[in-house]
């Protein structure tokens, strides 16, 4: 997977996350057949999907659909997220999950707005937030082995965060590099946590067939929503004295060196 397609995905995701744009597009012809899928389904609306939510955009797990209701190939799909052309509008069971995603054309504002958070998903240096600098917000934890964490006595401490989940591709991707910062900063003061968002089972299961060096803690949207994180994987350190010093989403190519960077100014 290229960069830039990684980024287009990452930032469409975030797109969706973040904006949960609504624009009314009915359809003019009467005469379209909506797949019976969607006689139980609904498009969401805001706050239908709780903030931290993964979404992962892949056709072979979710069916993605034209606004003429023509179901999109496996083959198609690279091309027209790489077009930005379109807007992936999720659809919504009785239960508020994802169960299917109809793709209309994006209007040029958004087609911009995509543009923008392409270019800070390849460049993640510039892909600041306003949290940086404030104070974190508190947690109270247990990994999936039962150890227990938490802000106020992780105090004296750097605190690595992976925002993550196990279907996210490239949430995968970076998970070696990640071990290596582990090893490298084994003894100090420093300590790695992964909230995923995904159930305990799951992780365990992940865990069976790819190693992940950091306290893993399941069931992590609280905490992620807490973080303002809507998209995946998302760093976060935060420094001896509980304030957020590093913040970036995605994954870029100079992503883990500057997580290791921070890290070894924060233990000067």
């Given at each position: 997977m290229t960069n830039k397609l990684l980024a287009t995905m990452l930032a469409i995701i975030t797109f969706i996350n973040?904006?949960?744009?609504?624009?009314?597009?009915?359809?003019?012809?009467?005469?379209?057949?909506?797949?019976?899928?969607?006689?139980?389904?609904?498009?969401?609306?805001?706050?239908?999907?709780e903030s931290g939510t993964p979404m992962m955009l892949d056709p072979s797990t979710t069916p993605m659909y034209y606004e003429n209701f023509v179901l999109i190939k496996e083959g198609d799909f690279i091309k027209i997220m790489m077009s930005g052309d379109y807007i992936p509008e999720p659809y919504i069971n009785s239960n508020k999950v994802v169960k299917a995603f109809?793709?209309?054309?994006?209007?040029?504002?958004?087609?911009?707005?995509?543009?923008?958070?392409?270019?800070?998903?390849?460049?993640?240096?510039?892909?600041?937030?306003?949290?940086?600098?404030?104070e974190a917000f508190p947690f109270s934890v247990k990994d999936i082995?039962?150890?227990?964490y938490s802000l106020e006595k992780l105090k004296g401490k750097v605190i690595v965060i992976n925002f993550w989940f196990v279907e996210c591709k490239p949430c995968v991707m970076e998970i070696p590099e990640l071990n290596d910062l582990v090893e490298k900063y084994k003894g100090k003061e420093v300590v790695?946590?992964?909230?995923?968002?995904?159930?305990?089972?799951?992780?365990?299961?992940?865990?069976?067939?790819?190693?992940?060096?950091?306290?893993?803690?399941?069931?992590?949207s609280k905490v992620a929503g807490l973080y303002n994180v809507n998209s995946y994987p998302t760093h976060i350190i935060i420094d001896a004295n509980s304030v957020i010093s590093y913040y970036i989403t995605g994954l870029g190519p100079t992503t883990v060196n500057d997580l290791d960077k921070t890290i070894e100014s924060l233990l000067k």
């Open positions: 973040i904006a949960n744009t609504q624009v009314k597009n009915e359809s003019k012809d009467s005469l379209i057949v909506k797949p019976e899928l969607f006689n139980s389904l609904k498009k969401a609306e805001p706050g239908d999907i109809l793709f209309r054309k994006a209007t040029d504002l958004e087609k911009e707005q995509m543009k923008q958070m392409q270019s800070n998903m390849q460049n993640p240096g510039q892909n600041k937030s306003e949290l940086i600098g404030s082995y039962g150890n227990k790695f946590l992964g909230f995923a968002t995904n159930e305990k089972t799951k992780i365990v299961s992940f865990l069976k067939t790819k190693t992940f060096k950091y306290k893993i803690i399941a069931e992590g």
